[in-house]
């Protein structure tokens, strides 16, 4: 069946610097990818996605690329805020699987 | 911009209790779910419902679990006899058809249950 593994938290980085969140995944056929974000207290909402090989996602100023040689998904954000500071997960195909989530906090 | 709206946004209930989770998805759309959030943990699907039919369900949508779309708005979640092990965020989500493209799921705030 599908499964997603997301890169384990938490993460915390400095004001201004790189984030990246590792995302793979198992699964059949072509399936579409997704990143979301929930920050405290809220509730889902969807960063980004990608629905074929090679797409990029970006929002934000994140982006993610579907990688389909290596199975991947990858969260990058080239300067991170303190208001990115939430739980990230990725997730797999419209009725959603999701990954485990990445808690990234940001520090000024 | 439309949304999905959830109500309660918290309910406490007693062991064995009866609860009805609310969910007004976005108007056009089709297609509906809920999901579920322990707390500190991952986010689990439940059920998926279109054209007034479970379309899909998962493992944890036992027989205490039921949906529910009894007008043209609202899609509701009822548990019968609420356990410790229930108490979770509950979220909704709705999304329209793209005629078989993958779509984006909208997902409401959330309820969040607390059982005692």
């Known amino acids: 069946g599908d499964s997603v593994t997301q890169m384990e938290g938490p993460v915390t980085l400095s004001e201004e610097a790189f984030l990246t969140i590792n995302c793979t995944y198992t699964?059949?056929?072509?399936?579409?990818l997704f990143w979301y974000v929930q920050y405290p207290g809220e509730g889902l909402q969807l960063l980004l996605k990608?629905?074929?090989?090679?797409d990029k996602g970006s929002n934000k100023g994140f982006e993610a690329t579907y990688r389909k040689e290596t199975t991947s998904f990858h969260l990058e954000k080239g300067s991170v805020q303190v208001s990115d500071s939430a739980v990230y997960f990725c997730?797999?195909?419209?009725?959603?699987?999701f990954g485990d989530g990445t808690t990234l906090t940001v520090k000024p | 911009e439309p949304e999905v709206t959830q109500t309660p946004s918290h309910q406490v209930t007693q062991m064995g209790q009866e609860v009805i989770l609310r969910c007004v998805p976005i108007?056009?759309?089709?297609?509906f779910y809920w999901y579920r959030q322990i707390l500190g943990q991952k986010v689990e699907f439940l059920v998926s419902?279109?054209?007034?039919?479970?379309?899909?369900k998962s493992e944890i949508f036992d027989d205490q679990f039921s949906v529910e779309r009894p007008d043209g708005s609202n899609f509701t979640l009822k548990i019968r006899s609420t356990k410790l092990e229930d108490s979770a965020m509950y979220f909704c989500?709705?999304?329209?058809?793209?005629?078989?493209?993958?779509?984006?799921?909208?997902f409401g705030p959330g309820t969040r249950l607390t059982v005692l």
């Open positions: 990608a629905t074929k090989a090679d």
């Open positions: 989500a709705s999304r329209y058809d793209m005629g078989g493209m993958p779509d984006t799921q909208y």
């Open positions: 108007s056009n759309h089709l297609y």
């Open positions: 997730a797999l195909r419209c009725v959603s699987t």
């Open positions: 419902f279109y054209n007034n039919e479970i379309s899909e």
């Open positions: 699964a059949t056929g072509y399936p579409s």
